[in-house]
């Protein structure tokens, strides 16, 4: 397997099928894990070639009211704490490596990055990764996205459809808007990102899928009325009227472990 521009990935550097492991054992044992990132969207395009890397880490999300617990958890499944990152930060993110070696990564009950996504409500369901329109939100929360952003974007909104489904996993609008609705930064960031969509598209069509389920530029124009449409509070219109002037979202740090 390869990857554009990058080496040959071969099975054993697949880190999904270990990430899915410790998801399962943590739910059998009456914990929640849920993945995160690029591996949360394979798990939910199963169908459209992977991306992978070699050395590729493990994002996982939990609650705050059970990372003790979860934590325990994961060090018997064998997995190795950072102990001073993790009693310096572990009520926002602890840090271990796996059995394989792998560095793992586990959030709790937020994702802050260029804006802060609170997840807990994604806990609500038995799913192996977060509610799809967070997923999504935390992908296009990103102010420069890069490639490997961009990929994801244009896979969840490939082979995710926007809109209630019955029968298979789909992205919120409700979820979506509520998001947008409550922080002009969150509105500015993400329909910026959406915008940039077809130009990006243009230049690298191999960003998406080849053989879609939806078409990921329809489904953007779909979030774009959304995001224009969903009502706003006061709060959210004082502050669009500062507009760019002032920077709305924040400069992630780097966290060293």
């Given amino acids: 397997m390869t ?6 990935v071969g099975a054993a550097d697949d880190p999904l099928p270990e990430a899915m492991a410790l998801v399962r054992s943590a739910s059998e044992a009456g914990y929640q894990l849920k993945i995160l990132g690029g591996l949360g969207v394979r798990v939910l395009c199963p169908d459209f070639p992977p991306r ?6 493990m ?10 617990k979860v934590a325990d958890h994961l060090e018997q499944a064998g997995c190795i704490p950072d102990k001073r990152f993790n009693n310096l930060n572990g009520d926002r993110q602890m ?14 009950d937020r994702l802050s990055m260029c804006h802060t996504l609170e997840f807990r409500s994604s806990f609500g369901s038995p799913s192996a990764t977060l509610d799809p329109a967070d997923l999504l939100l935390s992908k296009l929360q990103i102010v420069e996205i890069n490639e490997k952003d961009a990929h994801d974007i244009f896979h969840l909104l490939s082979g995710v459809r926007v809109g209630s489904d019955a029968t298979r996993p789909f992205i919120d609008p409700d979820r979506f808007g509520s ?4 922080d002009w930064g969150w509105w500015r960031t993400v329909t910026g990102s959406l915008n940039k969509l077809p130009d990006l598209l243009a230049s ?11 078409d990921a530029l329809t ?6 009325e959304i995001a ?19 920077r709305w979202y924040e400069l992630p740090e780097e966290v060293g472990h």
């Fill in 3 to 8: 990857i554009p521009n990058g080496p040959a």
């Fill in 52 to 57: 992978m890397r070699a050395g590729q880490d």
């Fill in 59 to 68: 994002d996982l999300a939990c609650l705050g009211k059970a990372r003790r």
């Fill in 95 to 108: 840090y271990f490596n796996a059995p394989s070696g792998r560095p793992v990564d586990v959030m709790v």
């Fill in 179 to 182: 998001v947008l609705a409550g």
């Fill in 204 to 214: 690298q069509p191999n960003l998406a899928p080849p053989y879609p389920k939806y």
């Fill in 219 to 224: 489904q953007a124009k779909q979030l774009l």
């Fill in 228 to 246: 224009d449409t969903v009502p706003k509070g006061l709060k959210w219109k004082t502050r669009a009227r500062v507009g760019d002037r002032v």
